[in-house]
């Protein structure tokens, strides 16, 4: 008996993605929530914290290509249980810390594990929609990375106001184990899904240009990825992108606790609300793509760096906040940066879907992911070492820069334009603008 379709099953699939960056950010952000508490239980100095973050950053950098290795070759299903299965074991394993290179170790841990997020996102995206549809797609997808960092501040504090820092990391960490059951059970790819309508399936396959809808191209090698210049037109501004995001994952609570003096509730109540600001830049960011076509005619990869543009612009805001004086204009400062930092971010995410090809985006996205988390966790050795000397402020200087510069390199290195044999997936008659395209 034939099973009934289900309408729109590409946005259920992506709501199910989503779900498991929810999972994937409440375990990675638990630390930076609990780090007040955990710098004064287990006597550690802003340095030492560093090292736990960075050992966090380090190991997800590097396990990031491996992470694209093994979804391209076993599949987005079984390896994504896999990771995701490993990193909730991973976060629960931190309640056994009783020092810091112990907090270090379960922290290096997680970071293997869970830097398969984004490499079977994309590669997930890149199976499901035409690429007039990934942006926002993607999107979606990132808006569960701000959920999770949001529902940390209040659940960590309670689990740790209402027991102890330990039970914390087993709610954060356990959570995952649910998501993992239910990934199993509900994704397939669009080839062998029960429930996706042969209309559905023509729609998708017919926005999609010759590499994405090919799955069985043969799958690259690093190096050939590396030697590619639209590469390192992603892999470089997500270098200089990457530190934005980290440090205000991990230092904002400990900067309002030190600097600006909040105390664990009030960090509870207003540590999440720049995640909820990165949210709308997911979304905005996702839907700005189409409208820079629409708007000014252009194709579908000049949206995407219009995007890097408008985001990079808009870090101007926590790059202001050594001038104010109040702990909550400092938080809305970082409201503005967590915003378009999630604006950039979403765009270059899309930029792999759109240039590479499905037996190699988990690949390109995973290598040009640890090129971003190399650049994290060097920008946070900086923190740890700095921010009792000269402070946070001209490190929040440094992120806006970093983001200028990573557009422009954007500019620089990915055509306009796709420039091998397959065609441009840039505009579905939907989008297309009635005036030739200017870029």
Known sequence: MQRKTIK?????????????????????????????????????????????????????????????????SVGVKIGFA???????IANMLHGLASSWPALAFF?????????????????????????????V??????????????????????????????????????????????????????????????????????GQDVAQQSTAGKRPSWKEVLKQRRFWGIGIPRMLAEPAWQTFGAWIPLYMFTVRHMNLKEIALFAWMPFLAADLGCLVGGYLAPLFIRWFGCSLITSRKL???????????????????????AIALFCVGTFAHQTISGALFTLASDVFGQHEVATATGLSGMFGYLGATVFSLIVGAMASTIGYNPLFVCLML?????????????????????????????LRPSHPAKA
């Open 402 to 430: 970093f983001d200028v510069i990573g557009a422009v390199v954007a500019w620089r290195l990915i055509s306009n334009q796709r420039k091998d044999n397959e065609r441009d997936p840039a505009v579905d008659p939907a």
């Open 8 to 72: 729109g099953l590409r946005w259920w699939i992506i709501g199910l993605i989503m779900i498991g960056t929810v999972f994937n950010y409440l375990a990675r952000s638990s630390l930076s929530v609990a780090a007040p508490t955990l710098t004064e239980t287990l006597h550690m100095s802003t340095q030492q914290y560093a090292y736990v973050v960075t050992a966090f950053q380090a190991c997800y950098a590097l396990s990031q290509p491996i992470a694209g290795f093994v979804l391209d």
């Open 137 to 206: 797609a993607t999107g979606w997808l990132n808006t569960g990375t701000s959920i999770g960092a949001m529902i940390a501040p209040p659940l960590v504090v309670w689990c740790i106001l209402k027991y102890n820092w330990q039970f914390a990391f087993v709610v954060t960490g356990g959570a995952a184990l649910i998501w993992v059951a239910l990934w199993l059970v509900l994704f397939r790819s669009p080839a062998e899904h029960p429930r996706l309508s042969q209309d559905e399936a023509e729609y998708i396959r017919a």
């Open 307 to 329: 995007v890097i543009t408008t985001g990079a612009v808009l870090m101007i805001g926590p790059a202001c906040v050594g001038l104010v004086a109040s702990p909550y204009a």
């Open 82 to 88: 896999i990771f995701a299965f490993a990193w909730a």
């Open 107 to 135: 922290r290096g841990l997680l970071g293997v594990s869970e830097a398969a997020i984004f490499p079977a996102g994309m590669k997930a995206i890149s199976q499901w929609f035409p690429a007039k549809e990934r942006s």
